[in-house]
């Protein structure tokens, strides 16, 4: 199952109640705010790398971009509008907003 | 009124995601035209506000952030933004498109304390 | 005192609408003078006329308009309202369409300003 | 595949609205076929006629229109439309008002259902 | 179609607050006509929609909470509450309207694994 | 400076927001689903009485009422909408969202 996340791990838990529950090894991918979590050398950082030991993290490019966010942390996959349908075509989906 | 109003905006949420930011930037631009003393403060999410950098193109969304840099003109210069909220989200004053100063969380505690009002975006 | 009140958000999905009209109540029947409602963001929702809650609910946008009848100036932010398809031909009572610079006044003139929000 | 997609926000105060339509579009553009969008929530206000935005903003209400043309089921719910102020009046082109029995049936229709909202 | 589906309605939100919770519900109940494998699950702030004892008379909200009760005459069964969303917020099973299985986090993992569609209220 | 603060504190880094900011002495309103923090017995009760030991902390009754939250952490003051008045008489406010 594919894990969306949307909202900014600063003023939310959506994205620890998504790693709470999802499978090991599932997709998980930051749109919209969530993609703040994406960029290297904040206080998330390690908490990204933690999360990453035990899911594929992505972040839509898009909205990377809107937000002016252009250093990802090493082993988050960018992924366009094509490749989050590509994403959807493999996996059932969920939202956590 | 005689007298001038001390008035604070608190800019504290992401750009984009929510249009609390711009549409809270839309009130201080008219707000300048009022003469009255203004000052527009960035906290939490909303030091990404004004990150520079920003390409909504692709994402098929209105770019705001321009519009901060014309606060100068608008007579608007008290500009502050919190630094631990810019430190745990990576950036320094070199990331930022306008001319903010970097405060502490006690300077931004007298800020506030010092208002008429304070209006949350 | 003179109170002012900003709300952000619309009704029914949010609680901020509800908690700011019971709010403005509150200090109505304590004797104050509301010196405006400005409705900013999706809280220019809170001003059609074509809402039609279910019988057993309260009608938030029939209430402020009860609040707007007693004298109390409601504003719609016009730039808000255009971006969310609110105009004067679907206005309910008691509500006025008007530009940023009544929140201005608003905060100027009140003694108390509060605002109704979420995120 | 077949996509179903639920809106669940408003237009322009959430990117919800953003990201779904970006979605459906590439997701048309690969040849997938969606079964229907639903618009649930705050998302219902993103259905009506009456939205006008700025000139260099881009025209949610319209973008959804205009997938609305070019076949796409774009369903209202009514529940959620009324106490909100949306009704056949106000809809916007390519916009159809129905009940949560269309949710239902999208969500088994689909191979894949994608939800955007936010909280 | 021939093939029954199996959705799962997730209730992540509190009741009040946001409407979500109560939206959600109501789709639940027309999805019950429709035959389908339904499953509802509350997990976070969700568990606060079955809560007890809520009395919305003064704060003016139409109180929705009873209608979780119907849920078994609509052949809504399969209700389930995560262990620890409800403990960190100090209730138990007998805080709850409803009769819903309390169940760990890797059961509801396992769980949303199944649904044909997962929708997030 | 009066703070309200209206998001659960289970799901938002809202009050956290507020506490940093907040001058301490003043007066913290929980209102809407914010008044799920008042509630005794939880995982964030510990959290709410060191808040309180640096502010004075005020939760909506009518908004308790609302959800049932009748258990309310020994010192947190229940105030109704005229008291919330009340507060916004001695006090300017802001809001946390």
């Known amino acids: 199952m594919l894990h969306l996340v949307n909202r900014s791990p600063y003023v939310s838990t959506s994205l620890d109640s998504c790693v709470k529950f999802a499978k090991k090894g599932s997709p998980i991918l930051l749109i919209e705010d969530a993609v703040y979590g994406a960029m290297a050398g904040t206080a998330l950082e390690k908490k990204m790398e933690s999360i990453m030991k035990d899911f594929t993290v992505y972040a839509l490019k898009e909205d990377l971009l809107a937000r002016g966010v252009t250093n990802v942390i090493a082993g988050i996959k960018e992924v366009d509008y094509t490749g989050f349908v590509e994403l959807i075509e493999e996996h059932k989906p969920t939202t956590w907003t | 009124m005689s007298d001038i109003s001390k008035i604070m905006i608190m800019m504290r949420k992401a750009p984009y995601g929510t249009i609390y ?41 209105k770019d705001f952030s321009p519009t901060f840099r014309v606060l100068e003109m608008y007579d608007i210069e008290k500009l502050y933004v919190d630094k631990e909220s810019m430190e745990a989200r990576g950036l320094t004053a070199d990331d930022l498109i306008v001319g903010a100063e970097v405060v502490d969380t006690e300077t931004i505690t007298k800020l506030m304390e010092e208002q008429d009002v304070v209006l949350p975006f | 005192m003179k109170f002012g009140v900003m709300v952000q958000e619309g009704p029914y999905q949010h609680e901020s609408s509800d908690s700011a009209y019971q709010f403005v109540k509150a200090a109505m029947e304590k004797g104050h003078e509301i010196v405006g409602v400005f409705f900013y963001h999706d809280g220019v929702i809170n001003s059609t006329k074509l809402t039609d809650p279910q019988q057993d609910d309260r009608n938030i946008v029939k209430r402020w308009s009860e609040i707007g009848e007693k004298g ?24 006025r369409i008007s530009g940023l610079g009544q929140l201005t006044e608003m905060a100027i003139n009140a003694d108390r300003f509060v605002t109704f929000g979420a995120s």
Chains 1, 6 share one sequence.
Do not use: H, W
């Open chain 2, 21 to 61: 930011s711009f549409e809270g930037l839309e009130s201080v631009l008219i707000m300048g035209a009022y003469e009255q003393d203004i000052t527009i403060i960035f906290v939490d999410d909303g030091v990404y506000s004004i990150k520079k950098g920003m390409d909504t193109s692709a994402a098929g969304i």
């Open chain 3, 72 to 95: 109390v100036d409601l504003v719609v932010c016009i730039a808000a309202a255009k971006r969310r398809g609110i105009n004067d031909d679907v206005l309910a009572p008691g509500f």
